[in-house]
């Protein structure tokens, strides 16, 4: 009896065992996942933060050109400015010109008719 006592003492005692075994396999089982996932995780990160670097240094070189350019623009708008002012200024020179063209013309007319004029009285 005593053995038979013994034997099913130890038989429980086997699958208590057994039973925190299965536990400990399967406490074991979801840290491996909890592990993986948690490597998954950082992996992703590293990830993101390695793309956000990128898009850093793009907007960086984005941000050059793009000043680039309205430096570029604002030296041709100060062109274009300087053009125009020089076009109204080649215009109003111009116009004294057609002026003077046009008071030699009439001087010369002037000229003629007084010519004109003594010939007509020395005839």
Same mark, same amino acid.
């Given at each position: 009896q005593e053995l038979y006592s013994r034997l099913e003492s130890s038989i429980q005692e086997c699958k208590a065992l057994r039973?925190?075994?299965?536990?400990?396999?399967?406490?074991?089982?979801?840290?491996?996942?909890? *592990?993986?996932?948690?490597?998954? %995780?950082? =992996?992703r990160q590293l990830a993101v933060e390695a793309d956000l670097k990128v898009a850093h240094e793009i907007a960086a070189s984005l941000a050059e050109e793009r000043d680039?350019? *309205?430096?570029?623009?604002?030296? %041709?708008? =100060?062109?274009?400015?300087?053009?125009a002012r020089d076009r109204v200024k080649l215009k109003k020179r111009c116009e004294e010109?057609?002026?003077?063209?046009?008071?030699?013309?009439?001087?010369?007319k002037a000229?003629?008719?007084?010519?004109?004029?003594?010939r007509s009285l020395l005839a």
């Open positions: 039973h925190e075994n299965e536990l400990l396999r399967s406490e074991q089982q979801h840290s491996e996942r909890q *592990v993986e996932a948690d490597v998954a %995780a950082q =992996e680039s350019a *309205v430096k570029e623009a604002n030296e %041709a708008t =100060e062109k274009c400015h300087k053009y010109l057609m002026q003077f063209r046009r008071q030699l013309s009439e001087q010369q000229e003629r008719r007084d010519r004109d004029h003594i």
